[in-house]
């Protein structure tokens, strides 16, 4: 369906959206997600599916909304949460409020999992201020309605499950505790004046999204990420991402077998 010179256009359009890079080994990806849109918008030809994006941001954010990845689950890689479980109560007692940064979010299922952690710890949810922030808006509406299926919650502990959902016809739905306890906003990363007016967090977790940008997005990020993080703050990533490679502005630190990392400072440089 789609000509190279056609996807070359069409992941350009994706990429100065969300910053997202399409190799050419997604080309079936993408022409699938395009041909579901076209189908959506009514449109069966290409060049007016073109013209219809060229003209339309809004009609650009539908189809980013499409070609993002939201593959998760509640509980995702516990190592990472005992770290933070580990490090909370320490950060806690330095704070009147900790704040906590899941970007991207998806469909909610990190920053959920943060405050059902945060209230084990610190039974007081009260103590932290959560968000969660992502491109895909159609996921940020999955994530304010809260309802999961069987296999999103089948890495938590039962006890925890019973805790924090009830049963919604064939999901689970987030108790009203954690749903007050996140809120979830729509934006970009590489957006500096919306980073900047997110102000400043304790614990960052921006897992899986670098390895989606190319090395200029890659450092852009970085740079707003350490910016949001506070000066004692920890930055989470994903299992095969690592800051070491992309910027000299963070140091890795281990904690309970995760690496985290923090802003470098100048006595570390020395």
């Given at each position: 369906?789609?000509?190279?010179?056609?996807?070359?256009?069409?992941?350009?359009?994706?990429?100065?959206?969300?910053?997202?890079?399409?190799?050419?080994?997604?080309?079936?990806?993408?022409?699938?997600?395009?041909?579901q849109?076209?189908?959506?918008?009514?449109?069966?030809?290409?060049?007016?599916?073109?013209?219809?994006?060229?003209?339309?941001?809004?009609?650009?954010?539908?189809?980013?909304?499409?070609?993002?990845?939201?593959?998760?689950?509640?509980?995702?890689?516990?190592?990472?949460?005992?770290?933070?479980?580990?490090?909370?109560?320490?950060?806690?007692?330095?704070?009147?409020k900790?704040?906590?940064?899941?970007?991207?979010?998806?469909?909610?299922?990190?920053?959920?999992?943060?405050?059902?952690?945060?209230?084990?710890?610190?039974?007081?949810?009260?103590?932290?201020?959560?968000?969660?922030?992502d491109?895909?808006?159609?996921?940020?509406?999955?994530?304010?309605?809260?309802?999961?299926s069987?296999?999103?919650?089948?890495?938590?502990p039962?006890?925890?499950?019973?805790?924090?959902?009830?049963?919604?016809?064939?999901?689970?739905?987030?108790?009203?505790?954690?749903?007050?306890?996140?809120?979830?906003?729509?934006?970009?990363?590489?957006?500096?004046?919306?980073?900047?007016?997110?102000?400043?967090f304790?614990?960052?977790?921006?897992?899986?999204?670098?390895?989606?940008?190319d090395?200029k997005?890659?450092?852009?990020?970085?740079?707003?990420?350490?910016?949001?993080?506070?000066?004692?703050g920890?930055?989470?990533?994903?299992?095969?991402?690592?800051?070491?490679?992309?910027?000299?502005?963070?140091r890795?630190?281990k904690?309970?077998?995760?690496?985290?990392?923090?802003?470098?400072?100048?006595?570390?440089?020395?």
């Amino acid at each position: 369906m789609l000509t190279q010179e056609t996807f070359d256009e069409l992941r350009r359009i994706i990429k100065n959206y969300s910053g997202i890079n399409f190799e050419d080994r997604k080309k079936y990806f993408v022409e699938n997600r395009v041909s579901q849109h076209m189908k959506e918008l009514g449109i069966t030809s290409i060049k007016d599916y073109l013209l219809t994006l060229r003209l339309s941001q809004e009609r650009v954010r539908e189809l980013v909304s499409k070609c993002t990845v939201n593959e998760t689950y509640f509980y995702r890689e516990f190592y990472q949460l005992e770290a933070f479980a580990e490090l909370l109560p320490q950060m806690a007692a330095r704070r009147r409020k900790v704040r906590i940064l899941s970007i991207p979010c998806s469909t909610g299922e990190e920053p959920y999992t943060l405050a059902i952690v945060t209230n084990e710890i610190l039974g007081d949810l009260n103590r932290v201020e959560i968000v969660g922030v992502d491109i895909d808006y159609v996921a940020l509406k999955r994530a304010q309605e809260g309802i999961y299926s069987d296999r999103s919650v089948s890495k938590l502990p039962d006890k925890y499950l019973q805790k924090y959902f009830s049963r919604n016809g064939n999901g689970w739905e987030i108790k009203p505790l954690l749903k007050k306890a996140v809120k979830f906003i729509e934006g970009n990363i590489l957006d500096r004046r919306f980073m900047r007016s997110l102000g400043r967090f304790e614990f960052v977790f921006c897992k899986n999204l670098l390895i989606y940008f190319d090395t200029k997005e890659q450092r852009i990020a970085a740079a707003h990420l350490y910016d949001v993080l506070s000066e004692d703050g920890y930055l989470f990533l994903g299992h095969a991402e690592s800051m070491s490679r992309i910027s000299s502005t963070f140091r890795p630190v281990k904690v309970k077998g995760a690496i985290l990392y923090q802003k470098e400072t100048e006595e570390d440089e020395e």
